[in-house]
């Protein structure tokens, strides 16, 4: 599943990445950044029951890229991918 997220240079962009709460002491959530080069300092996650959030603070032209969401669990694994335009 693909989706696409618009901002205005200077805005916070939020992705999130929602996984099944009956599986999430198995799971394992990564963020990938489809480019080179990815500044942690403007970056933050976060990690509830259920989901994770990748939010990039005050969005600069270089974060324009193709945004992933790697869920792993025991059983399967799923990515969703989200375009930052």
């Excluded at 403007?42 to 990690?47: D, E, G, P």
């Amino acid at each position: 599943m693909m989706s696409v997220t618009i901002v205005q240079l200077g805005e916070s962009a939020t992705f999130t990445c929602v996984y099944p709460d009956w599986e999430h002491s198995n799971t394992r959530v990564k963020w990938y950044k489809q480019s080179v080069g990815f500044p942690h300092y403007r970056f933050n996650v976060k990690h509830l029951v259920n989901m994770s959030s990748l939010t990039i603070l005050k969005t600069i032209q270089e974060d324009k890229a193709m945004y992933h969401c790697a869920v792993t669990t025991w059983s399967k694994d799923e990515w969703t991918s989200t375009y930052l335009s």
